[in-house]
């Protein structure tokens, strides 16, 4: 059975707590209380305007699985396929959205090496990017202004929100007597919308509550500073399999 200590909560949505759940040994217990949830923004006559462009850009760039599934949807709903975009080249930050990308019979022509926002961009201006191109970046509505910005200022660049982050509205209160009552190990994050829906729902303060809290990177642990609350465990590769390992290791020291 696991012990006390190895019972991790994570604040994931669904099919990425799966995912993520893998990750971990028998010896540790994973429990989901969902934060948030995506939902896809449905083709209007600006996106359409968009979309109907598409086949002049030279490159696509994906910054998150759920840009992935996004932007295809409004491929399907402006009736697009495959033959509309045949040399279209896609760039992906991390090998999760590379995966996403495939299940769509696409393949990325570059694949980041970092796993931040700057060290993106930094990448594709150094490496990819030409200043004769034309770039489309589907992003959520809450994503930040870094990587179009910065690609403005080399090439042309269009960000085009698909997807919007939808706030949940209750937490399952056997979970929540679990964090009242300190009887869990960690507190997993992996994005400021979830940490902020999540102070939201619970009214803790640092004041009132010594949250032991895991975050997938740099970001999501600025929302957790920003609210005067302490990081246990940063992931130091900003990825899943980065997050998970350095929980392991948290436990094993």
Wanted: charged share 20%; glycine share 4%.
């Amino acid at each position: 059975m696991p012990t006390l200590q190895k019972l991790v909560i994570s604040t994931q949505m669904p099919d990425q707590f799966q995912k993520f759940a893998k990750l971990f040994g028998e010896d540790f217990k994973l429990l989901n209380v969902p934060m948030i949830k995506i939902e896809f923004i449905e083709l209007n006559a600006e996106l359409f305007e968009t979309i109907n462009l598409v086949p002049g850009f030279d490159w696509v760039i994906f910054t998150s699985m759920r840009g992935v599934q996004a932007f295809f949807e409004l491929l399907v709903q402006a009736r697009y396929t495959r033959n509309h975009i045949p040399d279209l080249k896609f760039a992906c930050i991390g090998s999760a959205t590379e995966e996403e990308l495939k299940k769509f019979d696409h393949y990325a022509s570059y694949i980041n090496p970092g796993n931040t926002s700057k060290e993106f961009s930094q990448h594709l201006i150094q490496d990819i990017i030409k200043s004769n191109n034309k770039v489309l970046l589907p992003l959520g509505e809450k994503a930040d202004t870094y990587l179009t910005e910065s690609l403005q200022k080399v090439c042309s660049a269009t960000r085009i929100n698909v997807y919007k982050t939808i706030d949940i509205e209750h937490i399952d209160s056997n979970i929540l007597n679990i964090i009242d009552e300190d009887k869990y190990g960690l507190l997993v994050f992996t994005s400021p919308s979830a940490f902020d829906n999540f102070i939201t729902l619970t009214g803790y303060s640092p004041e009132t509550k010594n949250l032991q809290i895991a975050t997938i990177g740099r970001r999501t642990s600025e929302a957790v500073e920003n609210k005067s609350f302490q990081v246990t465990v940063e992931a130091k590769n900003s990825s899943m399999e980065g997050l998970a390992l350095s929980i392991i290791e948290y436990f094993s020291n």
